[in-house]
């Protein structure tokens, strides 16, 4: 799973270093919350689904000027895992995502708009596990091999500058945009830390 992230980080840096530095005008870092496919996710035996279910979420974007107004934003982010993430000790999950949009800017907002892969990984630890069954219990076996889900998504969002070095962000994902039954959505909100092109004017 270390790996994955490792390579996924590595791309991205990678892209943000593939073309010259003076088009480069910000790398920023976000923190912030998620609520990931809510409505998804069935939370109790009684059929209750997700609804505000934040999770802990980092993020590192560039910003590629096209001109003035346009510009390319690569990001990637991921979610830190929690205790309500899988609802099961037996159970380690970690999403995150690469995401490519691109941003209209007027004045202090930033309107953006793209698509990218939203990557879930899942490892169990193996044996078995008590579960209800009816009016009893019963074992179950847990899974001892890991596995990873990759969706297609549509990001969309917008955010504002208060400060030369601050903003926030609102970002929505929709997950299975053609799909009336499966189709779904994560939101996010996140303060931003702007480098701006410090780390590479002289």
Known sequence: MSTTVIKSAIVLL???TFTTQAS????????????????????SASGDTNKMD????LEISGSYALNESWHLIPSFG??????????????????????????????DFSFRAGT?????YIK????????PNGLGVDSFPVPDESANTTNIVLSGGASYKFHENFSTKFETMLFNALSSRNK?????LVATYHFNDSLWSK
């Not at 920023?28 to 996710?41: H, R």
């Not at 990218?116 to 879930?120: C, D, H, K």
């Not at 169990?124 to 579960?131: A, I």
């Not at 779904?184 to 996010?188: D, E, Q």
């Open 14 to 16: 990678s892209f943000l």
């Open 24 to 43: 480069w005008n910000d790398i920023n870092f976000s923190a912030g919350i998620m609520d990931p496919m809510v409505g998804q996710i069935q939370t």
């Open 54 to 57: 934040f999770k802990p979420l």
């Open 78 to 107: 991921f979610m830190l895992p929690g205790d309500t993430d899988t609802r099961d000790d037996n159970i380690t999950k970690l999403s995150y995502y690469l995401l490519a949009n691109g941003a209209y800017l007027w004045n």
């Open 116 to 120: 990218g892969l939203y990557i879930t």
């Open 124 to 131: 169990g630890s193996g044996g078995t596990e008590s579960l």
């Open 184 to 188: 779904a959505v994560s939101y996010s």
